[in-house]
């Protein structure tokens, strides 16, 4: 009597945690307090984008290229996981330096793309002191002088106006077009807004500032020592005008000094300390250094770099003893979050670049959906149909607990958020067909023991007895296989090999637990002395 209110016990609790996350699928506005999980759908259900990478090691000796590749590979990896997408897919093509991501119901590929291409290399940098910034004006200036005829895109920063000189008619000479950039200061007109402000570029010209930067022969004029870089874009006016640095081109600290990164909210008075920021919390060995350069130059600015964009330059007002820095600047919470998780994750090795990209529609995963629910209906219902004929009222138990174990898979994938694709449909419906299996071996035991002449009770017992050894061989042998594809599988196999582990559990609880208690309940409880099957 114990042994089945403890199965008893244990059957309502699996059957209400089952109606409590499946219910909402099907049931609309349920009261507050049912879960708000839903069962979550793989990219080829319900859509999503499809990205593959090449790796750029072309710049890398021949010995390190395959190790960039599988570090780029984890560290992209890394960056998904923390990136919140349900279920990505993320695999190495073959014996080639491309990676495959698929990002089932992602709403924004562009903020995937930008999280996944970035290198992050984070630098701190000193700025440069006003007389460097002015040589490096003057320098830059002299060298567009000098060399204007290469760079006729700059014609409109000259500011000098061409002139024609009239001669007698009488010479040789004819008119004349002269035209002198002696004196113009191109690179100063260039960087220099519309609102007179120096150091800062207008949005029209950012992109003539980034060819210049590229120039190998731009570059090597920049004074020794010295850089230009730009400033991060303001997300809240991304055709405002941006700052321009000039920079020591050294870095006083890289991004392997650091720690851990934090996405932080400021409650500060003032618009500076206000809105989210990100923390950066270096080594112990990086903290000693952070130390010493905030000592050593009070009263400089210090920028924080990533990816050769400004994205902060502060003055330094005092020694910075505790081994923590802030990046701050008109974040939102998702641009912080996705800084913080490419800091985390670490730099990339090699340069990626996106070479395909593709989006499935939300029509080809309801046609995927329709196909593979319709195939599961048929299913059960062929089976419920030849339980039923063959088996009576026997076989109608049976179908309850295929019924049960249906419901019990959906159950628990939405409970431990897993997402289901139309491989682990396929896996539902193999399940469907094996969930009976365990009933028919008992059925026929019980089938043998009626025919012996033993009670209806005895024959019950006995057969559920008699068949529970063969039926946990079976299952645990295929459990093993599953577990086993989920390992070692990728993809649309995990998939399965999860709704298969899934349903091999359930069936057995459904097939011996449930169906034995429905017997007891309904049948020997009641001393029949006849049974359909």
């Given at each position: 009597?114990?042994?089945?209110?403890?199965?008893?016990?244990?059957?309502?609790v699996?059957?209400?945690?089952?109606?409590?996350?499946?219910?909402?699928?099907?049931?609309?506005?349920?009261?507050?307090?049912?879960?708000?999980?839903?069962?979550?759908?793989?990219?080829?259900?319900?859509?999503?984008?499809?990205?593959?990478?090449?790796?750029d090691?072309?710049?890398?000796?021949?010995?390190?290229?395959?190790?960039?590749?599988?570090?780029?590979?984890?560290?992209?990896?890394?960056?998904?996981?923390?990136f919140?997408?349900?279920?990505?897919?993320?695999q190495?093509?073959?014996?080639?330096?491309?990676?495959?991501?698929?990002?089932?119901?992602?709403k924004?590929?562009?903020?995937?793309?930008?999280?996944?291409?970035?290198?992050?290399?984070?630098?701190?940098?000193?700025?440069?002191?006003?007389?460097?910034?002015?040589?490096?004006y003057?320098?830059?200036?002299?060298?567009?002088?000098?060399?204007?005829?290469?760079?006729?895109?700059?014609?409109?920063?000259?500011?000098?106006e061409?002139?024609e000189?009239?001669v007698?008619?009488?010479?040789?000479?004819v008119?004349?077009?002269?035209?002198?950039?002696?004196?113009?200061?191109?690179?100063?007109?260039?960087?220099?807004?519309?609102?007179?402000?120096?150091?800062?570029?207008?949005?029209?010209?950012?992109?003539?500032?980034?060819?210049?930067?590229?120039?190998?022969?731009?570059?090597?004029?920049?004074?020794?020592?010295?850089?230009?870089?730009?400033?991060?874009?303001?997300?809240?006016?991304?055709?405002?005008?941006?700052?321009?640095?000039?920079?020591?081109?050294?870095?006083?600290?890289?991004?392997?000094?650091?720690d851990?990164?934090?996405?932080k909210?400021g409650?500060?008075?003032t618009?500076?300390?206000?809105?989210?920021?990100?923390?950066?919390?270096?080594?112990?060995?990086?903290?000693?250094?952070?130390?010493?350069?905030?000592?050593?130059?009070?009263?400089?600015?210090?920028s924080?770099?990533?990816?050769?964009?400004?994205?902060?330059?502060?003055?330094?007002?005092?020694?910075i003893?505790?081994?923590?820095?802030?990046?701050?600047?008109?974040?939102?919470?998702?641009?912080?979050q996705?800084?913080?998780?490419v800091?985390?994750a670490?730099?990339?090795?090699?340069?990626?670049?996106?070479?395909?990209?593709?989006?499935?529609?939300?029509?080809?995963?309801?046609?995927s959906?329709?196909?593979?629910?319709?195939?599961?209906?048929?299913?059960?219902?062929?089976?419920?149909?030849?339980?039923?004929i063959?088996?009576g009222?026997?076989?109608?138990?049976?179908?309850?607990?295929?019924?049960?174990?249906?419901?019990?898979?959906?159950?628990?994938?939405?409970?431990?958020?897993?997402?289901?694709?139309?491989?682990?449909i396929?896996g539902?419906?193999?399940?469907?067909?094996?969930a009976?299996?365990?009933?028919v071996?008992?059925?026929?035991?019980?089938?043998?023991n009626?025919?012996?002449?033993?009670?209806?009770?005895?024959?019950?017992?006995?057969?559920?007895?008699?068949?529970?050894?063969?039926?946990?061989?079976?299952?645990?042998?295929?459990?093993?296989?599953?577990?086993v594809?989920y390992?070692?599988?990728t993809?649309?196999?995990?998939?399965f090999?999860?709704?298969?582990?899934?349903?091999?559990?359930?069936?057995?609880?459904?097939?011996?637990?449930?169906v034995?208690?429905?017997?007891d309940?309904?049948?020997?409880?009641?001393?029949?002395?006849?049974?359909?099957?």
């Amino acid at each position: 009597m114990r042994n089945r209110k403890i199965r008893g016990l244990i059957i309502l609790v699996v059957l209400l945690v089952t109606a409590y996350y499946f219910l909402p699928m099907v049931v609309p506005n349920l009261p507050s307090f049912w879960t708000t999980k839903r069962l979550k759908l793989g990219l080829d259900l319900q859509g999503g984008s499809q990205i593959q990478l090449e790796v750029d090691t072309s710049k890398l000796p021949e010995n390190e290229k395959e190790d960039a590749i599988k570090t780029a590979y984890e560290i992209i990896r890394n960056r998904i996981d923390q990136f919140g997408v349900a279920e990505p897919l993320i695999q190495r093509v073959a014996n080639q330096n491309r990676i495959i991501i698929q990002l089932p119901g992602l709403k924004d590929p562009t903020r995937a793309k930008n999280l996944i291409g970035q290198t992050a290399m984070l630098e701190f940098k000193l700025v440069a002191s006003s007389e460097q910034m002015q040589q490096t004006y003057e320098a830059m200036d002299k060298f567009l002088q000098e060399n204007f005829e290469n760079y006729d895109y700059l014609e409109e920063f000259t500011d000098i106006e061409e002139t024609e000189e009239v001669v007698d008619v009488l010479e040789t000479d004819v008119d004349s077009t002269d035209t002198s950039y002696d004196n113009a200061m191109i690179f100063t007109d260039l960087t220099t807004s519309h609102d007179g402000y120096p150091l800062k570029i207008d949005y029209n010209y950012i992109s003539i500032l980034k060819k210049l930067l590229k120039d190998p022969q731009f570059i090597q004029h920049i004074p020794t020592g010295l850089q230009i870089a730009l400033g991060k874009e303001d997300k809240n006016d991304p055709y405002a005008a941006r700052d321009i640095y000039i920079l020591h081109k050294r870095a006083e600290i890289g991004g392997s000094s650091l720690d851990h990164a934090f996405t932080k909210i400021g409650q500060g008075y003032t618009a500076k300390d206000k809105g989210p920021y990100i923390l950066l919390e270096f080594k112990k060995t990086g903290a000693k250094k952070f130390k010493n350069i905030t000592a050593q130059n009070i009263g400089e600015r210090l920028s924080i770099m990533l990816d050769n964009i400004v994205f902060i330059a502060p003055s330094i007002e005092s020694r910075i003893p505790n081994g923590q820095a802030r990046i701050t600047g008109n974040f939102t919470i998702e641009e912080c979050q996705d800084l913080v998780i490419v800091l985390n994750a670490g730099s990339l090795p090699a340069p990626v670049s996106i070479v395909e990209e593709r989006t499935v529609g939300p029509t080809l995963g309801s046609d995927s959906i329709k196909a593979g629910v319709l195939a599961a209906i048929i299913g059960l219902l062929i089976v419920i149909l030849f339980m039923v004929i063959y088996y009576g009222l026997s076989g109608l138990f049976a179908d309850i607990a295929v019924i049960v174990n249906v419901t019990f898979i959906i159950a628990v994938m939405t409970m431990l958020e897993g997402t289901l694709t139309m491989p682990g449909i396929a896996g539902m419906i193999l399940t469907i067909g094996m969930a009976v299996d365990a009933n028919v071996i008992i059925f026929e035991r019980i089938r043998e023991n009626m025919a012996l002449g033993k009670t209806v009770r005895s024959a019950v017992d006995s057969g559920f007895s008699r068949a529970l050894v063969t039926i946990l061989d079976a299952n645990i042998t295929t459990l093993i296989t599953a577990l086993v594809l989920y390992q070692f599988g990728t993809g649309p196999i995990k998939g399965f090999a999860v709704t298969l582990s899934i349903g091999i559990v359930g069936s057995m609880f459904a097939s011996i637990v449930l169906v034995k208690a429905i017997f007891d309940g309904v049948i020997t409880n009641a001393a029949k002395d006849k049974l359909s099957i």
